[in-house]
């Protein structure tokens, strides 16, 4: 377990020391703010509005910011080492393959979370400073739990990330999949699934199974846990629209994200375990 907090805590300062914490945890926090302030210039308004419809607009931001940056911290973890010939050396070590999968994997995922935390907990002090009626204490538990699902999203793509960058030969073919994989999970998966929906009308049995297929993606998992207990005109619609006002367990919710997390990285420490280096 040693040898793991090790490998982990150096790929934590290695991300601190190349300024990717920093950078992410100022990027998060010019965007949350950004996009509270204007979220509402298309109604002809510029401020902030609810902490409902703030909150809604960073689940919005998250899930498109948060899978890209995990996949591109991640994405040459293994494959670049041995790119730069430093992967013979590091297994030299008494070190066995699994423990150092696993120790950087939760090294770029705990960047990744204190980079979150830390961008996104000041954007919301910045707006609660200046928004006295988002001054609750419910607001603070909507963005705990927000952070905390934001983390575990990171993490979901962070094992994506290491799975692409064990079962790859190359760096340049490592990032050409991982922005493939930010695409599918992002973009086209919800759009195949809308497609669906509007091709067949929504018949009964579709409309029973529909709401078990976005478990299948963590992206709509992460919009679920945010955004299916915000109160109506945050800007959940479409959400609810999609899952015909199903009602999910949010313990369901919370472990069909850290299967997300946990499973494509035991996938990856145990391809690495077979893999010729």
């Not at 997300?260 to 996938?267: I, Y």
């Amino acid at each position: 377990m040693s040898a793991v907090l090790t490998v982990a805590w150096k790929e934590f300062r290695d991300d601190f020391r190349n300024r990717w914490t920093v950078a992410l945890a100022v990027l998060f926090a010019l965007l949350a703010l950004g996009i509270a302030w204007f979220g509402a210039a298309a109604a002809g308004r510029i401020g902030f509005t609810s902490f409902d419809a703030t909150l809604a607009s960073l689940t919005t931001l998250g899930a498109f910011v948060i899978p890209l940056i995990g996949l591109l911290i991640a994405y040459d973890t293994i494959v670049g080492e041995r790119d730069d010939g430093t992967l013979l050396l590091m297994l030299s070590y008494p070190l066995a393959r699994g423990q150092l999968v696993s120790g950087k994997f939760l090294g770029h995922c705990a960047a990744l979370a204190a980079a979150t935390f830390a961008g996104f907990v000041l954007a919301v002090a910045i707006m609660q400073w200046l928004q006295a009626s988002a001054q609750t204490l419910q607001a603070w538990l909507y963005i705990g739990r927000f952070i905390l699902s934001a983390s575990l999203l990171g993490a979901s793509f962070v094992g994506l990330a290491c799975l692409i960058s064990v079962t790859t030969t190359s760096k340049s073919r490592a990032a050409g999949l991982a922005l493939i994989g930010w695409l599918v999970s992002v973009v086209l998966f919800d759009l195949a699934l809308l497609a669906l929906l509007v091709v067949s009308g929504g018949n009964a049995i579709e409309r029973a199974v529909y709401p078990y297929l976005l478990l299948l993606n963590p992206v709509d998992v992460f919009r679920l846990v945010n955004l299916a207990t915000l109160g109506g005109g945050a800007g959940d619609e479409l959400l609810t629209g999609m899952t015909a006002g199903h009602a999910y367990p949010p313990a369901l919710l919370y472990a069909v994200l850290l299967a997300w997390a946990v499973l494509p990285f035991a996938w990856a420490a145990l391809a690495f375990r077979g893999k010729e280096v």
